[in-house]
T-cell receptor
Framework: EAGVVQSPRYKIIEKKQPVAFWCNPISGHNTLYWYLQNLGQGPELLIRYENEEAVDDSQLPKDRFSAERLKGVDSTLKIQPAELGDSAVYLC????????????FGPGTRLTVT | AQSVTQLDSHVSVSEGTPVLLRCNYS??????LFWYVQHPNKGLQLLLKYTSAATLVKGINGFEAEFKKSETSFHLTKPSAHMSDAAEYFC??????????FGTGTRLLVSP
């Protein structure tokens, strides 16, 4: 069974440019999560989707970040415009459903903003 | 609010010796606790979980952790380290599986 797929794995952009990350969850998983992991820190939740609905986006900086999961399967996280402080690893995870279900993580996208 | 404190940012052991990674938690109600491992360039993997059943939890790869409510601790142990155990380990608290709160991580270094 394929795991959570993320692309690209690495991205280098100049500040003020837009960037997008893509995530394909494990087949059949209804819940999808985006996390931000700064260097030397643990991941922090940005947004959680149940199917196509964003049920927890309280930690998403909405002035520059946006996310979508239009058909309740794969998802895109966008930053526009990027700032130097956005350099981090962006992790996607999925779980079968919300509740007592294990989250499975993708390998992440490492973003460098210059 | 819930939080976890990982007491060591780095732990170094020799191959074949015991591993102890320390974690203290703070929670206003009965928590669920987890340990995740992160190998370089790989996704986070669940090692084990505590969800109010047995206080001694066994996980994958020979790891186990003991929930001690009186000490608000959930330390991760392994009797004998292997070179492949070298990775970053995260202690995590949650009020359910939905919202995981991660610690800052402990890097385990294993020398031959």
């Amino acid at each position: 069974e394929a795991g959570v797929v993320q692309s690209p794995r690495y991205k280098i952009i100049e500040k003020k440019q837009p960037v997008a990350f893509w995530c394909n969850p494990i087949s059949g998983h209804n819940t999808l999560y985006w996390y931000l992991q700064n260097l030397g820190q643990g991941p922090e939740l940005l947004i959680r989707y149940e199917n196509e609905e964003a049920v927890d986006d309280s930690q998403l900086p909405k002035d520059r970040f946006s996310a979508e999961r239009l058909k309740g399967v794969d998802s895109t996280l966008k930053i526009q415009p990027a700032e130097l402080g956005d350099s981090a690893v962006y992790l996607c995870a999925s779980s079968l459903d919300t509740g007592e279900y294990e989250q499975y993580f993708g390998p992440g996208t490492r973003l460098t903003v210059t | 609010a819930q939080s976890v404190t990982q007491l060591d940012s780095h732990v170094s052991v020799s191959e074949g010796t015991p591993v102890l990674l320390r974690c203290n938690y703070s929670s206003s109600y009965s928590p669920s606790l987890f340990w995740y491992v992160q190998h370089p360039n790989k996704g986070l993997q669940l090692l084990l979980k505590y969800t109010s059943a047995a206080t001694l939890v066994k996980g994958i790869n020979g790891f186990e952790a003991e929930f001690k409510k009186s000490e608000t601790s959930f330390h991760l142990t392994k009797p004998s380290a292997h070179m492949s155990d070298a990775a970053e380990y995260f202690c995590v608290v949650s009020s359910g599986f939905q919202k995981l709160v991660f610690g800052t991580g402990t890097r385990l270094l294993v020398s031959p």
